[in-house]
């Protein structure tokens, strides 16, 4: 890949007004005190009243993002709505985000599970070097309670909901870019993670069950073939064309929030120093695809996004699918 | 936008095996003789058994575009999946297609509706003159029979499943390019074609019946709105950078096959030679995402994809979302 100029000109995010905290999730699903918090990780997480649609919510974190770049709808040229879930199967969430906001705008959906905002972030960056656009907003909105099983303690503690945006311009030479990006699905790993139902698989025409509508997760599959594939793929990622990084090289790590233990052993296994990884888990949980560009939000937010860093945002995805890109502020 | 070069590879398609013809739907569906014909303006479209999944068909189109250009799985760097309706809400259909061809690739979901295609092939131009990758596959499938109310003569009768995949390079400055595009969103046209289920709107946990599975169509609707703007976006389409072209510069237009009502309608309307139009619509239907790519290879196949010639790519999908793109070959 060509390393290519990239500005992040603002972020925003949104999160619904319901905060459900795991000692709340212990009385609901009578569990001993402390069980749902010990095993999750999560202190609480935020869940959508079933009034809140997706779209409603991406819809504030493209306002909130606006507003942090004194910017009006009308200035992006291109919205490209990421998405693990969509809210229908049609027409595409870009199309009702549009329909929330009034907004006559060009857009389109991306989706690769967990990771789609890194290759979304690709393609703006092409987009945006190539003059197609002068201004993109990307944002990923993900509403994972609607698919929680209550029943499977495994996938339902570890979930929020959530949306987050960020605007991008080419910027000039001296404002950073991408200086890598790599994206590989691993096919032997495509029933690890699964929402069944939802498209022409498994519908009143197929056959389905309510159970086709829930996450469904082997996450031991998921954590034994990432273990096994990761190191290659972060070499490989690092490996980039002008410059080759190492993982000490670099700054700032922005990693997709799968669960407590998977970031963790990820940290410890790569040899990755705790501080410089941002840790939005405790209080966000697993946000599908509006994790990373949340954990970017945050990064913005707490003074961390400073010219001059190298950083890497890393996730792994339904799919399997592992995707990352490499960052110079 | 910048124009940019592009070449067109290969090209490759699948249809199920099952043809349903007009007259066979008279009698399943209790109608007078030529009643669906006369009523869908189709012969026969092609309908996918229960037994095959998109993935397997977006497979067979890939197989057979890298047969065409005698190419294997691993020269493709990018796959970029289009489609109207996925197979499942999680993971994406380039997943599915990843593990129905045993691939370990790159790739992630486009949708747009209908014109999915036109967004993809946008990003993938930029993608390869950006030197991101050296060679992109975009497929786009959708099985619209999943999808179809036979008590709804105005939805049911028009549609048809299939498969299309272009392969793309970068190519040099004579191979030609993308000249001009343009997307755009009128959202009071979003309640005109939907299938409500299948995301975060309608499931178990809001509220679901089987009708929500099923694609509603307000054709008046689609009809009014796109004569009411399809002029306008046509003009700034057709106002390319460099060159700015008219209606009758344009050598061979590509259409959604979106119905033989609304494509003569735009014919008519626009002054259009007739004979400059690819109709594959009375043997395919709508096959939604997969139409204009399906189109684009029924252009090689019968050899009016000629070098030198100015295409113009144009669709309307739900939304409503207007597309279209300008490839000088």
Redesign the interface.
């Given at each position: 890949?060509?390393p290519?100029s990239l500005k992040l000109i603002a972020t925003g995010k949104a999160l619904p007004t319901q905060k459900v905290s795991s000692d709340e999730l212990d009385k609901r699903l009578n569990k001993p005190a402390g069980y749902v918090q010990k095993r999750s990780g999560i202190i609480y997480r935020h869940h959508a009243d079933?009034h809140l649609?997706?779209a409603g919510l991406a819809g504030q974190a493209i306002l909130n993002a606006c507003q942090n770049a004194n910017l009006s709808l009308s200035d992006i040229d291109?919205l490209i709505a990421v998405n693990?879930?969509?809210?229908?199967?049609?027409?595409?969430?870009?199309?009702?985000i549009?329909?929330h906001?009034?907004?006559?705008?060009?857009?389109?959906?991306?989706?690769?599970?967990c990771v789609?905002f890194l290759?979304a972030l690709?393609?703006a960056?092409?987009?945006l070097?190539?003059?197609?656009?002068k201004r993109i907003a990307i944002c990923a909105s993900?509403?994972a309670?609607?698919?929680l099983n209550w029943q499977d303690d495994e996938t339902a503690l570890i979930f929020g909901d959530g949306a987050a945006c960020v605007i991008l311009e080419k910027g000039t030479d001296n404002d950073g870019g991408l200086l890598g990006?790599?994206?590989?699905?691993?096919?032997d790993g495509?029933e690890y993670?699964?929402?069944?139902?939802?498209?022409?698989?498994?519908?009143?025409?197929?056959g389905m069950c309510?159970d086709d509508?829930y996450?469904k997760m082997d996450g031991y599959g998921v954590f034994k073939k990432t273990s096994e594939v990761l190191p290659a793929f972060l070499d490989n990622l690092l490996n980039t064309p002008k410059n080759p990084l190492t993982i000490q090289k670099i700054d700032l790590w922005l990693v997709h929030q799968a669960s407590h233990l998977g970031m963790s052993h990820l940290i410890k296994r790569l040899g990755i120093a705790p501080q410089k990884v941002i840790n939005i888990y405790p209080t966000h949980g697993n946000q599908v695809s509006a994790s990373l560009p949340t954990v970017l939000h945050e990064a913005v937010s707490t003074g961390q996004w400073q010219q001059g860093k190298t950083v890497a945002l890393v996730g792994t995805?339904?799919?399997l699918?592992l995707a990352g890109a490499i960052w110079q502020i």
């Open positions: 890949m060509t290519f079933l649609t997706q291109l693990g879930v969509p809210q229908q199967a049609l027409p595409s969430t870009a199309s009702h549009f329909a906001l009034n907004w006559q705008g060009a857009g389109y959906d991306v989706n690769a599970s789609g290759p690709e393609q960056g092409a987009l070097n190539m003059g197609c656009y993900d509403l309670s609607r698919g990006f790599l994206m590989k699905s691993y096919p495509i993670c699964q929402i069944q139902a939802g498209g022409t698989a498994k519908n009143p025409k197929t309510e509508f996450f995805g339904a799919g699918t």
